[in-house]
């Protein structure tokens, strides 16, 4: 039986990246996949923790990222949702993951590094920054290894940041089979064509939810005129024209991208770079701004339905009823992983 685990941090209202990379695949697969494939979408808030978060906040976030979720399609009677730290099987995973892990693996982890700043100076940190950065922060694929173990998941949608982390899940099963009994399955990974959306206002970085500048993304939620701004406002350059190169023009050629992924005749960046060269930027980016706002129509709508509907109490009573499944879920695998253990 196929089972499709994801997660979510609450860190934040998601925003295009996160729609485009991940989430919209996960209300696709509602429909695409048969119906006896379980489909198992959390917020993990136990991530959410690997930096500082104010209680309240953290609490906050948590309802509006589960409204977020209904609001772009997820149906709970179909998919199961919950918030991870809801579950205990999950961290109690983690812990056995983490005595069969490699930590020579996990400090080869990409993120890990640029934490680190290793890739640019090893000797870039001080020890007192180096004693700032917390446990967690480095062993957290082993809590998302867990995630996806413990519902014995064989398939993971994420965006391409995402890859390093899945092949370490894979190897973590692997460990737990050789050391115990072959009871943890290695998921594949579901790659999104949108696979990264970039920063509006620094091209080169990722679009990211915990980005200081609100202009950097585009919330699901955003309204029309809402996106219109950001987009209007998206770092390009001097040349009043549109052509697609990613080197010299990285700006402009994002907007394609953008385009690119959204586009219903799935024409290349290129291709469109070519077709819209005759327009100048303003023109150009009233286009992008209109097509984004037309993939991401009625969320917002949806969202705030969804938010005050029985005075806040819906939210709750889905996550109860989620999380009621999802414990189900974990406790089969759990059963046999502590048997196997001598638990
Ligand atoms: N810019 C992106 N383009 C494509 N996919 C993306 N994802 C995130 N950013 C992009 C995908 O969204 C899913 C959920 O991400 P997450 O909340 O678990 O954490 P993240 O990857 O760290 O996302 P953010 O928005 O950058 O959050 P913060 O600011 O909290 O770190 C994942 O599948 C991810 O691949």
């Given at each position: 039986?196929?089972?499709?685990?994801?997660?979510?941090?609450?860190?934040?209202?998601?925003?295009?990246?996160?729609?485009?990379?991940a989430?919209?695949?996960?209300?696709d697969?509602?429909d695409?996949?048969p119906?006896?494939?379980?489909?198992?979408?959390?917020v993990v808030d136990?991530?959410?923790i690997?930096v500082?978060?104010?209680?309240?906040?953290l609490?906050?976030y948590?309802r509006?990222?589960l409204?977020?979720?209904?609001?772009?399609?997820?149906?709970?009677?179909?998919s199961?949702?919950f918030?991870q730290?809801?579950?205990?099987?999950h961290a109690?995973?983690?812990?056995?993951l983490s005595?069969t892990?490699?930590?020579?693996?996990?400090?080869?982890?990409?993120?890990w590094?640029?934490?680190l700043?290793l890739s640019?100076?090893?000797?870039?940190?001080?020890?007192?920054?180096?004693?700032?950065?917390?446990?967690?922060l480095?062993?957290y694929?082993v809590l998302q290894?867990?995630?996806i173990?413990?519902?014995?998941?064989t398939?993971v949608?994420?965006?391409?940041?995402?890859?390093?982390?899945?092949e370490f899940?894979?190897?973590?099963?692997?460990?737990?089979?050789?050391?115990?009994?072959?009871?943890?399955i290695?998921?594949?990974?579901i790659?999104?064509?949108?696979?990264?959306?970039?920063s509006?206002q620094?091209p080169?970085?990722?679009m990211s939810k915990?980005?200081a500048n609100?202009?950097?993304?585009?919330?699901?939620?955003?309204?029309?005129?809402?996106?219109?701004?950001?987009?209007?406002?998206?770092?390009t350059?001097?040349i009043?024209?549109?052509?697609?190169d990613?080197?010299?023009r990285?700006?402009v050629?994002n907007?394609l991208?953008?385009?690119s992924?959204l586009?219903?005749q799935?024409?290349s960046?290129e291709?469109?770079?070519?077709?819209h060269?005759?327009?100048?930027l303003?023109n150009f980016?009233?286009?992008v701004?209109?097509?984004?706002?037309?993939s991401?129509?009625?969320?917002g709508a949806?969202?705030?339905?969804?938010?005050?509907?029985?005075?806040?109490k819906?939210?709750?009573?889905?996550?109860?009823?989620?999380?009621?499944?999802a414990?189900e879920?974990a406790?089969e695998?759990?059963?046999?992983?502590?048997?196997?253990?001598?638990?």
């Amino acid at each position: 039986r196929q089972v499709i685990f994801s997660g979510i941090q609450p860190t934040g209202i998601p925003h295009l990246g996160n729609y485009l990379g991940a989430l919209k695949q996960w209300v696709d697969l509602q429909d695409s996949v048969p119906s006896e494939t379980k489909l198992i979408y959390s917020v993990v808030d136990l991530h959410a923790i690997t930096v500082p978060q104010d209680p309240q906040r953290l609490r906050q976030y948590k309802r509006e990222v589960l409204a977020t979720l209904l609001a772009i399609g997820i149906r709970p009677e179909r998919s199961i949702l919950f918030y991870q730290s809801s579950v205990q099987a999950h961290a109690e995973l983690m812990w056995i993951l983490s005595c069969t892990a490699s930590a020579g693996y996990l400090s080869r982890m990409t993120q890990w590094k640029s934490k680190l700043s290793l890739s640019e100076d090893a000797n870039a940190m001080d020890t007192g920054s180096k004693a700032k950065l917390k446990l967690g922060l480095f062993s957290y694929p082993v809590l998302q290894a867990a995630d996806i173990l413990v519902h014995r998941a064989t398939h993971v949608p994420v965006g391409e940041d995402q890859s390093q982390h899945l092949e370490f899940a894979r190897e973590c099963a692997t460990n737990f089979n050789h050391t115990y009994q072959p009871h943890l399955i290695a998921p594949q990974t579901i790659l999104s064509p949108a696979k990264r959306v970039m920063s509006l206002q620094e091209p080169h970085l990722k679009m990211s939810k915990s980005h200081a500048n609100p202009l950097s993304r585009i919330l699901v939620t955003d309204s029309p005129q809402e996106i219109k701004k950001k987009v209007m406002a998206a770092r390009t350059d001097s040349i009043n024209s549109v052509s697609f190169d990613p080197v010299e023009r990285p700006g402009v050629s994002n907007l394609l991208h953008l385009l690119s992924i959204l586009d219903k005749q799935s024409r290349s960046p290129e291709e469109l770079g070519t077709l819209h060269a005759g327009l100048n930027l303003k023109n150009f980016k009233t286009l992008v701004a209109e097509t984004v706002a037309e993939s991401l129509d009625g969320i917002g709508a949806r969202y705030n339905e969804v938010m005050s509907r029985d005075d806040g109490k819906y939210l709750d009573h889905v996550e109860k009823k989620g999380a009621e499944k999802a414990r189900e879920s974990a406790e089969e695998t759990m059963a046999l992983v502590r048997e196997a253990i001598g638990f």
